[in-house]
């Protein structure tokens, strides 16, 4: 059932015209961005040749595009997230979702899932042009790796904070406020906290910027995971509410 409402989902994302002017306009931002920071690394080839350890291509142009990509989901996950129960609430069809003879955690699950695999589609963008780079040069596929890891697990967390706030109101554009300026804040912890040890700790920008200098552990993964069960759960708790109330 939790797959039947995730391929509903994204057949729901991939009928909106706002799912493919996004892709399209992120593919166009992000070439750019690609094809600036390739311009910029050959530009500084006289210089990097006089450096014992110079940076490679993967530091210098694909880590950087992962950067910037990162920043665009922060904006772009919520505004696609808005729908998926606000939606349901305004159309006044959330009542029979939540009587249909599936589980709150499938539903939670499902709408979860049908986003998120849109978001890796993104996610899929820069991977394809930093491993272009290969035709020319040598990457570094830890770095690489560590780059993707990072990208799905902010992806799934955006999308899990995106959703929570979806069941929160009838009105998607609300949601959609709501949940960016929850990212944006969630992101900018790292630069306004930086001395309070247990705030700061919950920084996305702090744990995804280990990740992108290649430091894969288990301490920020885990952050990634409990973040999205969290939220998850949240989400499920306020339908759960909702069912109770009628």
Partial sequence: MIATIAAKELRVLFGLPLAWITLGVLQGVLAWLFLSQVDAFLGLQAQLALLANPPGVTEMVAAPLFGAAAMLLLVVTPVLAMRLIAEERRNHTLPLLLSAPVSLPAIVLGKFLGLWVFLCLIVILPTLMALSLHAGGTLDMGLLLANLSGMVLLAASLAA???????????????????????????????VLKDVGALHALSLLLHFERLSRGFLNSADVAYFLLFTAAFLMLAVRRLDRDRVRG
């Fill in 161 to 191: 904070l995106g959703l929570y706030f979806s069941c929160l109101t009838a009105h998607p554009a609300v949601a959609a406020i709501s949940g960016m300026g929850a990212s944006l804040g969630l992101w900018l912890l790292d630069l």
